[in-house]
């Protein structure tokens, strides 16, 4: 009778050990998945002529594969923490990817040409007929009023979404999907109707020739222009904005050129020599096949005493040191620079001069720096990592997608988080366009397509339940990085299809979702 | 226990509450004092969560009067109610299973550095403060951060009348608390009613079917039939017996055993 007494209901649960609890972390499973891709994205990136046993010597992992793989993976982390929050307070968002289509081509079309409000009213003089009223016009609009004129058009379309769904209880799933193809088809007509000269009828589904706004910078003795015009001004131009330098500012350009030209004068030596040594390889082969054993040795003998005169570093010119002095001035539009331009330059320039990493095949200073998106999408990762486990509102959105309607009995305003995660959610896709237009200087109708269903398949690798009031910041993180490493992992796997990232990201994808609603039940005690 | 002559916490005087044409309360009175478990008897259909969605503020009643300490007061909403200290325990108790009985404990009412909904919350406080009062009415929590769902019925239970006690609830009204546990949380359930009830100055209005637990903890019983009060009184007043005829709405509930046979 005692022992039974003294038995409790927390010993029926076997208890955790030390690997077992470990194991049982609801994290593990998408970090593993991680590290794998991160190991396959290492070793088959390796060129085929290497035999290494460190996954950082492959394609992948050097300064450019870095540059390359984190901006997939930061744009689309960008919009999966909105996705994420979203789905964390029990609703979600298909309208992200239109979003980011129409975001891009407002802001790049009023980047072009400006932006008016035009009010049509109907006029009675000379017969009835609609007049235009002109009642505010811009024609040049800097990148922060074009920032701030996206935000008005777009944060409010997420605000009607979510008005629509609290109001109404539709499920989030239909209003977003008429979101959707409202945004899409609206994005195509505008820039078809707006999206021309006044000599033409009608317009692109594209917005090309927008100035390259990060890159422009404020020339002395020439006025504002893009770097790249002012590289190639005549060079009497450039030698006299030389001759207005500093003396040690010379001395550091001329510094860092001699480096750059003595490195590109190696690599062309060593490209001379494998081009001088690859067909007396070549012929080795033949000859060891033929066992001719003279032609061997003196094959070999060739190849031993292969030389060549090393290629003599160019020296370096006025000119040569304008157009470096050109490259380090800072832009004056900063906006732009911001979302569209890079970061960690200096570092970038470190890892090259001196430490002769960050180096190309032709000598060259391989990437410039992380782009810019990369560190938005750091910042927008912590402020929510505060916001959701750190302050109020983070619990108001976890109970609000956990149990509605215990939430409203507590008084949490419900309506209020919802409608302020579509918000979140348009606010990200427009973070998105903005560093893609700054980026690249166009934007296209078909913009972000599909990138609505990444955003929600990122979360729910990183253990986003669908039902809502579960997951973490960190694991739509990991989530972002998994969907961007296979991608570019599976790209590098010789003898394969691209595509089969996708195929591989679909397992993934079921997968987690039965992880995490396994999860799930054993939280909620079904288990 | 508390003597009839001391003030009760909250009274109603002839409660009327219609829905259109339908009379879902026709007159009723009753008084609830601190200190005692009021239990409110009656079958379904009777009337009873009409008159605590009075008491609570969700319904407006039609006619009476509902006093809370001596004064007259009127309920437009449930946060009237939960200001003057009535504290609702539903039935699916209003937590959340996916978050930690602190998170739960707390929701909507944080702790919080700051002003705004994006102020900081002070979770070590917190923390302190869910596991003591969850202590004071006898459940210990080793884990504040322990999922909601991991914890028994009766566990939960605790954890919602413990947070309406420390929100300021000086009347508890507990809505059918022991329905859907088992045998063994069932008691727990009572142990903290129990407790609650020795603090001595909170008034308990406990919903029940069960005529057993009601006579385990209960000090006064009301009887509700279609709307109107049948029988009222203490537990030294009325007989068992009493109380099952009471409870089946004034009828004679004859040998069950006999009429099965």
């Known amino acids: 009778m005692t022992s039974e007494l003294s038995r409790q209901e927390a010993d029926r649960h076997r208890p955790k050990g030390g690997l077992r609890s470990i194991i049982s972390r609801p994290e593990i499973g998408p970090i593993g998945v991680m590290l794998l891709l991160f190991g396959m994205l290492g070793y088959f990136s390796i060129p085929a002529a290497e035999t290494t046993w460190n996954p950082f010597a492959g394609e992948g992992f050097n300064a450019l594969g870095i540059r390359n793989n984190l901006r997939v993976i930061s744009q689309l982390g960008i919009i999966a923490l909105g996705a994420g929050l979203l789905i964390i307070a029990g609703e979600f968002d298909l309208s992200i990817g239109s979003m980011i289509g129409f975001a891009g081509a407002c802001m790049a079309m009023t980047l072009r040409w400006g932006f008016s409000i035009i009010l049509p009213y109907l006029s009675f003089e000379g017969g009835a007929h609609l007049e235009f009223y002109t009642l505010l016009h811009i024609p040049d609009v800097s990148p922060s009023l074009a920032i701030f004129i996206t935000l008005c058009f777009t944060l409010t379309f997420g605000w009607i979404q979510g008005f629509i769904i609290v109001r109404s209880g539709l499920p989030s799933f239909i209003v977003t999907l008429g979101g959707l193809f409202f945004l899409r088809g609206l994005t195509e007509v505008s820039l078809r109707s707006f999206n021309h000269r006044p000599d033409q009828s009608k317009g692109a589904t594209t917005v090309t020739e927008i100035p390259d706004l990060k890159n422009v910078i404020n020339l002395p003795g020439h006025g504002e222009m893009e770097r790249e015009a002012a590289k190639y001004l005549p060079e009497a131009d450039l030698i006299s904005i030389v001759k207005g330098l500093p003396a040690d500012t010379i001395t550091e350009i001329t510094e860092r050129l001699e480096y750059t030209f003595q490195r590109v004068a190696e690599a062309k030596t060593d490209l001379m020599v494998a081009k001088g040594v690859k067909p007396l390889e070549r012929a080795l082969e033949n000859a060891l096949e033929s066992n001719n054993e003279f032609m061997v040795k003196t094959i070999q003998d060739k190849i031993a005493n292969f030389k060549i005169d090393p290629v003599v570093p160019k020296s370096v010119t006025e000119v040569d040191i304008a157009r470096a002095y050109i490259d380090t001035i800072s832009t004056v539009q900063p906006i732009a620079d911001f979302f569209g331009g890079n970061i960690l330059e200096s570092l970038f320039d470190w890892l090259y001069f001196p430490i002769d990493w960050n180096t190309n095949n032709f000598g060259n200073q391989f990437a410039p720096g992380l782009y810019s998106c990369v560190m938005i999408w750091v910042i927008l990762s912590l402020v929510c990592y505060i916001v959701l486990s750190k302050t109020q509102v983070g619990n108001w959105i976890y109970s609000t997608g956990g149990n509605l309607s215990a939430a409203q009995a507590n008084g949490v305003p419900t309506n209020k988080v919802k409608i302020s995660l579509f918000v979140f959610s348009a606010f990200c896709a427009t973070l998105f366009a903005t560093c893609q237009v700054f980026e690249v200087n166009t934007s296209d109708a078909a913009k972000g397509n599909l990138k609505e269903l990444e955003a929600i398949a990122a979360a729910v690798i990183g253990g986003i339940v669908m039902t809502g009031g579960f997951g973490t910041v960190l694991g739509i993180i990991v989530g972002a990085f998994i969907f961007g490493l296979a991608k570019e992992a599976f790209f590098y796997i010789p003898g394969i299809d691209g595509s089969f990232y996708r195929v591989f990201l679909g397992f993934v994808i079921i997968a987690s979702a039965l992880l995490n609603e396994n999860i799930r039940k054993r939280i909620m005690g079904n288990i | ?261």
Not at chain 2, 66 to 79: A, D, Y
Not at chain 2, 112 to 121: A, D, M, S, V
Not at chain 2, 153 to 170: E, S
């Open chain 2, 1 to 261: 226990m508390v003597d009839a002559s001391s003030q009760p916490l909250i009274e109603t005087q002839n409660l009327v509450k219609k829905f259109g044409s339908f009379t879902a309360l026709n007159g009723v009175s009753l008084k609830v004092f601190p200190g005692e478990v009021h239990a409110l008897l009656g079958d379904n259909g009777a009337g009873k969560s009409t008159l605590i969605k009075a008491l609570s503020g969700v319904h407006q009643p039609t006619s009476g009067k509902i006093f809370v300490e001596g004064k007259e007061t009127r309920f437009n909403s449930p946060r009237d109610a939960s200001g003057v200290g009535i504290g609702t325990v539903y039935q699916d108790l209003a937590l959340n299973s996916l978050t930690s009985v602190t998170r739960n404990f707390f929701l909507g009412r944080e702790m919080k550095f700051g002003k705004g909904p994006f102020g900081i919350l002070k979770m070590k406080e917190m923390h302190e403060i869910a596991i003591n009062e969850m202590a004071k009415i006898g459940i210990k929590i080793e884990d504040p951060e322990q999922p909601v769902g991991t914890m028994s019925g009766g566990q939960r239970q605790t954890l919602a009348i413990a947070r309406a006690i420390y929100f300021g609830a000086k009347v508890l009204i507990l809505d059918e608390p022991t329905s859907a546990l088992g045998q063994l949380q069932q008691m727990e359930v009572l142990k903290t009613i129990k407790k609650v009830q020795q603090l001595g100055h909170i008034a308990i209005i406990l919903i029940t079917h069960n005529e057993i637990h009601a006579r385990l903890i209960a000090d006064r019983y009301t009887f509700i039939s279609l709307g109107e009060v049948i029988g009222s009184g203490t537990s030294k007043d009325l007989e068992s017996d009493d109380i099952r005829r009471l409870m089946a709405g004034g009828a004679k509930v004859g040998d069950l055993a006999k009429e099965l046979a």
